[in-house]
């Protein structure tokens, strides 16, 4: 049986999906909803890059768009600076019967340690619509929940877990992101960057760390966050813009979440925007990795790499990220209602994803 799509965002992560989504045969693009004016009427095939046409034609009107009959929305327009009313955007389907997932709303990963002002609009559009939820991710998401409770559940013991991303975000295509919320660009000693400000990263990632102590079934004493920053030796010249010399090229960060008065589930983030960057800064022999260590018996230490079009990781990262919310929309839809996580789905192996291989990639739209 196949399952109807509506794809609301069609940004990095949604154009990329698209050109998955559009030829699989588990899946039937049934609507497109777009923000850009330059993308409304244009072929869903057109936008994501494909020399096939749809018939599907992106719309910026929604409620002409969850007319169309559909199983779920797939939602991915960035919410980086507009959580609330990416909640708004959610809650409509949901009220109206359809099932959600999203990779906007960070702090929904983990329902239960999100704020009530998160949970309460989502949870009552669920019961309206008796709709299911779920929000997914990288980093936060399935490199810090998934695949290390999974890994957790090979163990005796686990005395510490510590999940890192290594990543050079150069290539990253948003610049609202690199340079008004992380801050590169600006002084290593600028106070107003909006991630560093105090609770910022704890209400971005702190829900990867309550996950894991949900999993491992210990109580956090607390949550504590340090970071780091570094300046550039040199000018950068980015895709997205320029990082002048002395300026932030280096960010590093924690979340510790303390058990017993101690770090013992952390999540750190190594971010660099060239490769000679804080070069005493962990990183790897593979490059741009998620990095999961875990101490205990056995102890056990892991490496993903992922890699989209030109061996460019974030490209595979994004595209990951999205496919993820894909392929998990069949057993989204086949949950009772309400917000769900990684402990109420199945294992999802990602059924017919391989098929012949495919060409027909054709000019950016």
């Known amino acids: 049986m196949k399952h109807r799509v509506i794809v609301w965002g069609t940004g990095f992560v949604g154009k990329m999906v698209l050109r998955e989504l559009i030829p699989h045969p588990d899946f039937e693009l049934a609507g497109l909803i777009v923000h850009s004016p330059d993308k409304v009427g244009k072929d869903a095939g057109e936008i994501a890059g494909l020399d096939v046409r749809t018939g599907v034609r992106a719309t910026n009107d ?25 909640i708004k955007d959610m809650a409509k389907p949901l009220a109206r019967g359809f099932d959600v997932v999203n990779t906007s709303v960070f702090p929904l990963i983990h329902p239960k340690s999100a704020p009530s002002s998160f949970v309460a609009p989502i949870e009552r559009a669920c019961r309206e619509g008796g709709s299911s939820f779920f929000t997914t991710g990288i980093d936060p998401g399935f490199c810090q929940d998934l695949i290390p409770m999974t890994l957790m559940g090979l163990t005796g013991r686990v005395d510490r877990v510590r999940i890192q991303e290594i990543l050079d975000y150069s290539t990253y295509p948003n610049p609202r992101t690199l340079f008004e919320i ?5 002084p290593v000693d600028d106070a107003k960057v909006l991630q560093l400000q105090p609770g910022a990263l704890r209400f971005a990632w702190g829900c990867a760390v309550h996950m894991l102590a949900d999993g491992l079934g210990v109580a956090l004493d607390e949550i504590r966050e340090v970071h780091q920053r570094r300046g550039t030796s040199r000018t950068l010249d980015l895709a997205v813009g320029t990082v002048k010399k002395g300026t932030t090229a280096g960010l590093r960060f924690e979340l510790q979440g303390i058990v017993g008065g101690e770090p013992r589930i952390v999540v750190e983030h190594v971010t660099r925007l060239a490769p000679d960057v804080a070069p005493d800064w962990p ?3 593979r490059g741009d990795v998620y990095r999961i260590q875990i101490d205990g018996s056995p102890s056990i230490r892991a490496e993903l790499a992922f890699r989209g079009e030109g061996d460019d990781a974030n490209a595979g990262g994004c595209l990951s990220t999205g496919m993820r919310a894909i392929n998990a929309i069949p057993a989204v839809c086949a949950a009772p209602p309400g917000l769900l996580t990684p402990f109420d789905l199945p294992l999802i192996p990602g059924r017919h994803n391989m098929q012949a291989p495919r060409s027909g990639a054709c000019s950016e739209a």
Do not use: H, K, P, T
């Open 182 to 186: 992380m801050g590169f660009g600006r």
């Open 283 to 285: 990183g790897s022999e």
């Open 62 to 86: 929604v409620d002409a768009a969850l007319s169309q009959d559909a199983d779920a929305v797939a939602y991915f327009a960035n919410a980086d600076i507009r959580q609330m009313e990416a």
